[in-house]
């Protein structure tokens, strides 16, 4: 099965459909889909009032995931938080790109909406009894918008 949320090719919602229900379950909870943060500013002009318009660019999607990663056993627990610790290591990597497949957050069957992001900030959630951990993650786009290719 195809994976509906991935990220450097690591299915990001494993555990929806694993029969065993262990596995990843991180969604998007922020910028889906979203307006990017613009740079630029506007000037002010010596004894007039107001501001004249300055030019603005899209800049920055701030992109947030948060969700779990459970397991049966603890080898299993911790074979799949290894896979998830590698995939966000910034250390010497590109950026990487995750990949929305619809019905994703309402894309269309056979949608494949792509961003490419960094790594900005994990914060890793207490760890149940080596069975259960949540994660929250912070992306930062490359490029400011996501791309959706339709089917």
């Known amino acids: 099965m195809t994976a509906t949320l991935e990220f450097r090719g690591l299915d990001l919602l494993s555990q929806q459909t694993d029969s065993a229900g262990e596995g990843l379950r991180i969604p998007v909870v922020r910028g ?3 307006i990017p943060d613009m740079r630029g500013k506007d000037y002010v002009v010596a004894a007039a ?3 004249s318009s300055g030019n603005r660019v899209a800049d920055v999607l701030a ?3 948060a969700g779990f990663v459970t397991a049966r056993t603890p080898a299993a627990w911790r074979a799949l938080t290894d896979q998830l610790l590698a ?3 910034e250390n010497g990597a590109d950026a990487g790109t995750l990949t929305a497949r619809g019905p994703y957050l309402g894309l269309a069957s056979g949608a ?3 961003i490419d992001v960094r790594v900005k900030n994990v914060i ?3 760890i149940l009894a080596k ?3 949540t994660w929250s993650i912070e992306l930062e786009s490359v490029d ?3 791309v959706v290719t339709n089917p």
């Open 87 to 89: 995939v966000l290591d």
């Open 131 to 133: 069975l259960y951990q």
């Open 112 to 114: 494949v909406a792509t």
């Open 124 to 126: 890793e959630g207490p």
């Open 63 to 65: 992109v947030g995931l």
């Open 49 to 51: 009032g107001g501001r």
């Open 32 to 34: 889906f889909l979203g």
């Open 144 to 146: 400011p918008y996501w």
